[in-house]
C-alpha cells in the first residue's frame, strides 16, 4: 500500500533535483528519503528515479507516479483541513436554494446524507432567476439551479459553480398523434411539429423554453402556445389529454400518465446542465459536501 511519505519524497526530489536537497525541503535525513523512495520503486516494480553525479531526476514512469502521487497528498491534505473545521464548528447550517422539480425528487435524500455528517439546511424553493440573485447578493450558501448549453446564468464574480448532472429534455406526445410512432426525433423530424398546438412553461426567461423558441425561430419556424405551466405533472396531464405536445426534463418525468409518450432527441442543445452555484472562489467543507450528497442522490435515482 502507499505510503504517503513516498510520496512526498518523490515530489521533493522531483522539485530540488537530488536526494541532499530533497532531504533538507522535507527536513528528514538523507537516508530517510532513499528509504521511502526504494520502497516505492519495490511497491511499483520499476525505477521512478536515476541518479547521476548532477543529482536525481523522474524516470517516465516516476513522472506518471509523480502526476497521481500528487493528487493523492492534495486530496488527503483537502480531508485533513475539512475534517479538522467541522470538529471546530460542530454543526453546520446552510442557507440552500432550489428549483422545484429537483427539489421534489432529490431534497429530501440531501438532507438525510447532509444530516448524517452534522449539516442541516434552511431550503427555499424558487425558479432559476430569483436563485441566481439571491446567491449573488450572498443571502444564499449554495443553490442547485440549472441552464443549457450556450445559456450561461448571469452570476457575478466569485460565484463557483460544480457541474452535477446533464439531464436530457424528452418530447412528450399524446399517444395518438402522428409521431408518437417514432423511437427518436432529430432536430428536423422536431421542427416538423411547428402544427402542433404546444404545452409550454409559464415562466419569462425561462432557458427551456428558450431553447425551444430559438430552435424553431434559427429555422424561421413558428409555433402555437396552447396552455402555459411550470408544473411538469401538469403539462404531462395536457398532453395525455392530446392538449398539445412539450417538453420535459428527464429528471421530472418520474410519473407518465397513461396516453402519453416520450422520446429522445438526438440534438445536444435540448438538455439541461443542473449545477451547484455558491458564493466565493472557493467552495468550504460544508458546500463540498452538499456537492457529494446532491451527486450521490443523483446516482442512486439513476
Known amino acids: 500500500m502507499l505510503d504517503p511519505r513516498q510520496l512526498k519524497a518523490l515530489q521533493a526530489v522531483a522539485a530540488e533535483g537530488s536526494v541532499a536537497r530533497a532531504a533538507k525541503r522535507l527536513g528528514w535525513s538523507q537516508p530517510t528519503v532513499d528509504y521511502h523512495l526504494r520502497a516505492l520503486d519495490a511497491l511499483v516494480g520499476h525505477p521512478l528515479t536515476e541518479r ?18 500528487s493528487e493523492i497528498l492534495a486530496l488527503s491534505e483537502r480531508a485533513l483541513a475539512d475534517v479538522r473545521e ?40 424558487e425558479e432559476i432567476a430569483p436563485l441566481v440573485a439571491r446567491v449573488n447578493q450572498h443571502t444564499l450558501d449554495a443553490a442547485l439551479v440549472y441552464t443549457a448549453p450556450g445559456y450561461p446564468l448571469p452570476f457575478r464574480t466569485g460565484v463557483h459553480t460544480t457541474h452535477l448532472l446533464t439531464d436530457p429534455l424528452l418530447l412528450a ?3 395518438d398523434h402522428g409521431s408518437a410512432g417514432r423511437e427518436r426525433f432529430t432536430l428536423e423530424a422536431l421542427l416538423d411539429l411547428d402544427d402542433s398546438p404546444w404545452v409550454y412553461g409559464a415562466t419569462p426567461g425561462d432557458t427551456l423554453d428558450e431553447v425551444i423558441t430559438d430552435a424553431f425561430a434559427d429555422a424561421g419556424r413558428r409555433f402555437e402556445v396552447a396552455i402555459r405551466t411550470d408544473d411538469y405533472s401538469v403539462a404531462l396531464g395536457m398532453v395525455a389529454a392530446g392538449m398539445g405536445v412539450g417538453m420535459v426534463p428527464q429528471l421530472a418525468a418520474e410519473h407518465i400518465p397513461p396516453g402519453t409518450v416520450l422520446r429522445p432527441i438526438d440534438d445536444p442543445r435540448f438538455a439541461r446542465e443542473i449545477l451547484l452555484a455558491a ?3 472557493h467552495p468550504s467543507p460544508a458546500v463540498r459536501q452538499l456537492a457529494e450528497a446532491v451527486r450521490r442522490t443523483i446516482a442512486a435515482l439513476s
Open 52 to 69: 547521476s553525479a548532477r543529482g536525481s531526476t523522474l524516470t517516465a514512469a516516476g513522472g506518471l507516479m509523480l502526476e497521481r502521487g
Open 86 to 125: 467541522f470538529a471546530k464548528v460542530g454543526r453546520t447550517r446552510l442557507r440552500f436554494g432550489s428549483f422545484p422539480t429537483a427539489a421534489a425528487r432529490l431534497l429530501p435524500s440531501i438532507v438525510k446524507r447532509l444530516g448524517e455528517v452534522g449539516i442541516e439546511l434552511d431550503a427555499v424553493l
Open 173 to 175: 406526445l399524446p399517444a
Open 279 to 281: 458564493t466565493g472562489p
